[in-house]
């Protein structure tokens, strides 16, 4: 009784120093906590109780728990009621069968097998009590202490443990006969977090410990026993509990010790150590007590004012309130950044949305028309909420306009990118922009808008890819590294997609694609740019191309054209090794046939000029 008078003290202690740390709450968080307010919350979780007995062989286990509050609250002080539903079972410890007839438990081998027959132990708490809350400045996160008082109920837990010889015959190897119904006065101290995702709805999690005061009376109806044959029903005689191989032995009320000798037969035999027969009431008044935790769900609402009541003379006219404004800029926390076309939201003191806008290109936007009040501005870039900021009413005076900052805090960086047809500034819409991270193998899509623009967002420390998919577009395939990025110096990594308009019939150059002086293996850097036409050629599974090779005029034609037949093949050769059909694919050589300057036989020019006629391209086969 003390360790639960001390716990209920120290849960006490907390509740004041709750309340006294309220005092020092900022006014912004005191004037989103004072209002009315009904709360409802259910929940469910796990109990694990404490009975004071010495039962040997015999424990109590946890169980189910099921539960509702209801709250009302003023301000920070409000009154809970709850209702509790709990389920506890008994078990046996026994765990070796093997036990010799009427010999302390455990011992040798006369039994089989043991047999266990229990009835569940069923509790219920109602209660009520002050509770104590502290909430969020953004009214997001509730703590919450409640000290509560009641009426506890408890019944059940009747517990037969029989060992099985042989024969199949049956001893008893222990007994309690558990509780009647019966109610019991009885104290509860909890503590709940509550996170609510929008103004009503929220998910809770705490914990709790309970006591029920005066202790709970063993019960004397012995069901179990009657129905296995020990005992003959309307018995004078009780069992409270039992252990073979040995004497229970109680403590009477005038200080004397009273026994419960073994089962003998048919009948259980009850005397007092001086062997007078027995007329001691051995029951036993067992305290008990539970700690338990849960999660669950809480509803909350403010009730509705009273419309005022209609005027029907006026005698003179209301003075025109003053409006206001607040200015409000999105900025990066880390780089000072400004942020363009965020969403932007202003709520007054109720959690009502009065004007939602986008910041311009410069991160500002501005609310008007505002009448003095408590506000929480909040906005939202990229799929990311910002650390929002508030104006309290205390803020509008002398026609000023309130200057506010929300902040992006997201660490990872925004790709902020365009979709181009290469060597223009043309912008390209609807391109599918697939952005893969090479290190978790995964990726992630967007579509550009009509100005050819597209975000992701990207980790630290990672390297990805990067391409865009559309119809009869080549792609240029780019690689990041974001850990050649400082986080606390950008927030965005610009960037340019080109690609080629795959038009049929008509010549696209690859980059990139160089061969060693008179051979025609794929090197390594040629390999990237290949690899795009891949890609193009996955994403666009009924087109099929011709790859074109090219030499400049140096060497005889004979020797060139055997060269660049060769070093269209291996190109073939390679894309088909990336699992594309050869039936797609056309290898064509052209030597110095097809010259894009005059750089002929016999006309002296620069290796730059010669450089330009060595190339491969690709071009879309034309339907028949």
């Not at 409640?146 to 190897?173: H, M, Q, W």
């Not at 925004?414 to 223009?424: F, L, S």
Request: charged share 25%; glycine share 8%.
């Amino acid at each position: 009784m003390k360790t639960n008078f001390k716990i209920i003290l120290a849960m006490l202690l907390i509740g004041m120093g709750f309340q006294n740390s309220r005092a020092q709450v900022s006014n912004a968080i005191e004037k989103t906590a004072k209002k009315t307010e009904w709360q409802f919350s259910t929940r469910a979780g796990y109990d694990f109780p404490n009975y004071k007995e010495d039962f040997k062989y015999i424990d109590y286990k946890g169980g189910f728990m099921g539960g509702i509050s209801i709250n009302h609250y003023w301000s920070w002080f409000g009154l809970q009621a709850d209702f509790d539903y709990i389920k506890n079972s008994p078990k046996s410890n026994i765990n070796n069968p093997f036990y010799e007839n009427n010999g302390p438990i455990p011992t040798a081998i006369a039994y089989t097998d043991v047999t266990v027959t229990k009835n569940d132990i069923t509790r219920m708490f109602v209660g009520a009590g002050p509770s104590f809350r502290h909430l969020s400045k953004n009214n997001k996160f509730q703590a919450e202490l409640s000290l509560l008082a009641g009426l506890g109920t408890i019944d059940g837990g009747e517990i037969l443990v029989e060992g099985v010889r042989k024969d199949d015959s049956k001893d008893p190897l222990t007994y309690h006969s558990g509780w009647d119904k019966q109610n019991l006065f009885a104290g509860k101290v909890q503590a709940r977090f509550t996170y609510f995702f929008n103004q009503h709805w929220g998910v809770n999690a705490g914990a709790y410990y309970m006591n029920y005061f005066g202790g709970a009376q063993e019960s004397t109806k012995n069901d179990l026993l009657v129905s296995n044959g020990y005992m003959t029903a309307g018995s004078p005689q009780q069992v409270y509990y039992y252990e073979a191989g040995t004497t229970a032995i109680r403590q009477d009320v005038d200080g004397g010790s009273t026994t419960i000798n073994a089962f003998n037969s048919d009948q259980i035999v009850r005397d007092n150590l001086g062997g007078n027969s027995g007329t001691a009431d051995l029951r036993r008044k067992i305290d008990l007590s539970s700690v338990g935790v849960f999660a669950g769900l809480t509803y909350r609402f403010s009730p509705s004012k009273k419309a005022p009541k209609e005027i029907v003379e006026v005698t003179k006219t209301a003075p025109v309130e003053k409006k206001y404004c607040v200015q409000t800029t999105a900025k990066d926390k880390f780089t000072n950044e400004i942020l363009p076309n965020t969403d932007v939201s202003i709520k007054d003191s109720k959690g009502v949305v009065v004007e939602t806008a986008k910041t311009d290109a410069f991160g500002v936007v501005k609310f008007c028309d505002l009448l003095p009040d408590d506000y929480t501005i909040e906005g939202m870039y990229n799929d990311i909420a910002l650390e929002g900021n508030t104006a309290k009413k205390s803020e509008f005076k002398n026609d000023q306009t309130i200057i506010k900052d929300i902040l992006y805090a997201d660490s990872n960086f925004i790709i902020k990118g365009k979709a181009v047809i290469c060597n223009t500034s043309i912008a390209i819409d609807g391109v599918t922009i697939v952005l893969k991270n090479n290190q978790l193998a995964s990726q992630k899509n967007t579509n550009t808008n009509q100005k050819g623009e597209f975000t992701f967002q990207a980790l630290q420390n990672t390297n990805y890819s990067i391409y865009g998919k559309k119809e009869n577009y080549l792609s240029q395939t780019m690689t990041i590294f974001t850990k050649d990025y400082d986080r606390n110096k950008s927030l965005f990594i610009q960037l340019e997609i080109c690609m080629d308009a795959a038009d049929c019939g008509t010549a696209i150059a690859l980059k990139n694609i160089h061969y060693d002086l008179g051979k025609y293996f794929i090197r390594e850097d040629a390999k990237p740019e290949l690899n795009r036409l891949v890609q193009f050629m996955n994403d666009n599974p009924g087109v099929k191309v011709e790859l074109s090779s090219h030499t400049d005029s140096r060497a005889s034609n004979a020797y060139n054209q055997t060269l660049s037949q060769n070093r269209a093949n291996a190109a073939v050769d390679y894309i088909t090794s990336q699992g594309i059909a050869r039936a797609r694919l056309t290898g064509k050589g052209y030597g110095e046939s097809k010259l894009l300057n005059r750089c002929a036989d016999g006309v002296e020019c620069s290796e730059a000029e010669h450089q330009s006629n060595r190339r491969t391209e690709v071009k879309v086969i034309c339907p028949q």
